[in-house]
């Protein structure tokens, strides 16, 4: 069974601090892409990555793909809260097969 | 651009009644659509997936059941709602790879009480 693993569950912060989110699984994945869900909305793709090693940037947002493209990491600087919201990760093994999704890493940013 | 639609957006039904979730996508041709249901705050589970119209493949053997009458119409139905049914249901559509990602709907809130 293919499963993504997140970590932690639940965060609270304050605004303005820096925070690490995980995903990690004992599959090998060919992409891995994030995505963040606000209360009642469906999930929205920030983005994918591809490479082993991989480093995308996104305004605040770091996203880091494991160099055996077993994990991965977001790590949000300065956070704010509109940064609030649900974090899924989803794992593709090839770009036509079906997702894997984690269970997700609940945000909470306060004011 | 490309949209996609799905009503409604609230539903409370009793266990054993009928179930209908619509979902259309505007603006693109053929697409690749899915139904997702998601447990109070956390991952997204596969029900069904639909790469053309008439072609259903499910994922998870349960009471539900989804049909694709049009190219852009994906509809997720159920003769006898469970309890168990309950969640947030989504519809999502992507063109032929998933690199890039998922375009989901709003989604659907289904209380079965």
């Known amino acids: 069974t293919q499963l993504l693993e997140q970590s932690p569950q639940f965060l609270s912060i304050q605004e303005g601090e820096n925070l690490t989110v995980y995903c990690n699984s004992s599959s090998v994945f060919s992409s891995l892409q994030w995505y963040r869900q606000e209360p009642g909305e469906g999930p929205v793709l920030l983005v994918t990555?591809?490479?082993?090693?991989e480093v995308k940037k996104l305004k605040r947002l770091t996203f880091q793909f494991g160099d055996a493209r077993k994990d991965s990491s977001l790590h949000i600087t300065a956070a704010q809260p509109g940064d609030t919201g649900l974090y899924l990760c989803a794992g593709l093994k090839t770009s036509y097969d079906k997702v894997i999704f984690g269970p997700g890493t609940s945000l909470s940013v306060i004011p | 651009s490309q949209t996609i639609h799905q009503w409604p957006a609230t539903l409370v039904q009793p266990v054993g009644s009928p179930l209908s979730l619509e979902c259309t996508v505007e603006g693109t041709s053929n697409p690749n659509l899915y139904w997702y249901r998601q447990a109070a705050g956390r991952g997204l589970q596969l029900l069904f997936y639909s790469v053309g119209i008439g072609q259903i493949s499910s994922e998870v053997p349960q009471n539900l059941s989804a049909s694709r009458p049009q190219d852009r119409q994906f509809i997720l139905s159920s003769k006898k709602l469970l309890l168990s049914d309950s969640g947030f249901y989504l519809c999502a559509w992507t063109m032929t790879g998933l690199l890039d990602g998922y375009t989901f709907g709003s989604g659907t809130r289904l209380t079965v009480v």
């Open positions: 990555v591809v490479t082993g090693g």
